[in-house]
């Protein structure tokens, strides 16, 4: 007793980007320093100037420290952007078919920090530790079409992700080497939402955490090399 939906739009996309990066070394330290500029013109417009710094020092310990800093753009999804700027807050789901006058999704602007050690113990074995938060306005998302690869960009308030990834290392001896790698990631969100079509449950209201939130995960490689070689 339906009938089908239908849509009709086009846009044309374009960003113009420049950089420049130098490197600093004094001593045992040294510095990578940058500078990003971003124009984007699609269904919005914006102009960034992004810094970037990374430092990093090896401790007489043998221990490497690093810390860096970093301010990106994040420009919208191009796959189904038209229609996703056409259906406003909470998508289709909250709005008739065939209704247009949503906001169009704006670039969004992200703080990035990172802090981590690199340490060696004993000939085999380097552990690797990293913290990570990245603070986004117009924290970017996919909304998909139920089950199917059929994707549709959307845009929160903001974004909080931060996390901390470890990787220990066992050089490799007599043909044997191995790694393990542990993480913990919190990824918030936070209300109101643009865009999509959001075909699901009513949206959480202030904060809530997505499938990108992940308590702890692991993955250990093991690996043997038979002397000689193949083929």
Avoid: C
């Amino acid at each position: 007793g339906g009938s089908l939906f239908t849509f009709n739009g086009s846009a044309l996309i374009k960003q113009q980007v420049g950089y420049a990066q130098d490197s600093i070394t004094l001593g045992k330290a040294t510095a990578m320093v940058g500078i990003r500029f971003d124009r984007y013109d699609g269904l919005t417009s914006a102009t960034s100037v992004q810094p970037r710094v990374g430092l990093s020092y090896l401790a007489p310990t043998g221990t490497v420290l690093r810390a860096a800093y970093g301010r990106t753009m994040e420009t919208p999804y191009n796959e189904n952007l038209v229609l996703s700027s056409s259906t406003g807050s909470g998508g289709l789901s909250q709005n008739a078919f065939g209704a247009v006058g949503g906001t169009a999704l704006q670039p969004g602007r992200r703080d990035q920090f990172n802090a981590g050690l690199q340490q060696a113990v004993g000939r085999w074995l380097v552990f690797d530790v990293d913290y990570f938060y990245k603070k986004t306005v117009n924290g970017y998302d996919f909304d998909t079409l139920f089950s199917t690869p059929i994707v549709f960009p959307i845009s929160w308030a903001k974004s909080q992700i931060d996390g901390l990834s470890a990787r220990i290392n066992l050089v490799k001896h007599g043909g044997f080497s191995a790694f393990t790698v542990l993480g913990h990631n919190r990824a918030r969100f936070f209300n109101p939402e643009n865009g999509g079509i959001l075909f699901n449950p009513p949206l959480p209201s202030g904060v809530f955490r997505i499938d990108h939130d992940q308590v702890f995960q692991q993955t250990t490689n093991l690996l043997y090399q038979a002397p000689g070689r193949l083929g």
